[in-house]
């Protein structure tokens, strides 16, 4: 039986009592509040369900995670991002590109991220634990990407692309940023071709959770001190810079490039 969460006090099953059909669902119920979302990711869990559905949790495994030293560019797509008129920004547009994600998509009846998830990253984005990266064309939004930054990881939560290839120049540009600025790890989430094609892969989701335990505890005393509402919520600051994302900040290529 799928376990049910109180809404207090904020406390997961164990990762591995997660469920192998489907795959990693792990538990019901629980809010998302920021206490209950940065308890999850810091535990390699997150939330994942429909409008007709009460909060699922979930914690796949194996997990999917890019390695922003494994990034692999090809050169065309180094060629796109510097002729194809792009501009890239972070934190510009959180609200506009997780509307862009939640947007229905061909060959998909719906969406999963309901305007309760929407608003919950919102308020994390607002609290400076969630943020995006914005794609731009001829000043209008064309891809883009959101997700949670604690310390040295980046845990993905979606991405749009409305122009070939804009939302791969999100990724890639965050990719560089965090391998610039101590960053060390993208989750993924789950297994898609289009990440694959950017150095993403496969991990044992115990290896993902050791890298969690270490990476975060240790971050704790690391970087600027957090706010109190910030430290109260376990919010971690990231060891890379937003800031320097887009406007010529960093160099459009990444290490590997095919």
Request: include cysteine; proline fraction near 8%; hydrophobic fraction near 45%.
């Amino acid at each position: 039986m799928l376990p049910w969460l109180a809404a207090h006090p904020v406390l997961f099953p164990p990762v591995e009592l997660a469920l192998r059909d489907p795959d990693g669902l792990l538990a019901a119920g629980g809010d998302l509040s920021p206490a209950w979302l940065l308890a999850a990711y810091r535990r390699g869990i997150f939330p994942w369900y429909g409008d007709d559905q009460p909060i699922l949790w979930w914690s796949p495994d194996p997990r999917m995670v890019l390695f922003p030293n494994e990034l692999r560019v090809r050169r065309s797509l180094v060629k796109r991002a510097r002729n194809g008129g792009f501009r890239v920004s972070a934190d510009r547009a959180f609200r506009q590109v997780i509307a862009a994600c939640a947007a229905p998509r061909p060959g998909q009846p719906g969406t999963w991220i309901t305007a309760e998830m929407s608003s919950a990253y919102e308020e994390l984005h607002a609290l400076g634990a969630a943020h995006s990266v914005e794609v731009w064309q001829d000043d209008r939004l064309v891809g883009g990407l959101y997700g949670i930054a604690l310390g040295p990881v980046f845990f993905g939560e979606s991405m749009f692309s409305w122009r070939p290839d804009a939302s791969k120049i999100a990724l890639m540009h965050l990719a560089i940023a965090m391998r610039n600025g101590g960053g060390k790890l993208i989750d993924c989430q789950m297994h898609t071709a289009h990440l694959a094609s950017l150095g993403a892969r496969d991990i044992a989701r115990a290896e993902f959770i050791d890298y969690l335990e270490k990476w975060l505890d240790d971050e704790k005393r690391l970087g600027e001190p957090p706010t109190d509402e910030a430290a109260q919520n376990g919010i971690i600051p990231p060891t890379w810079s937003f800031s320097s994302i887009g406007d010529g900040h960093e160099s459009i290529s990444g290490r590997k490039q095919s």
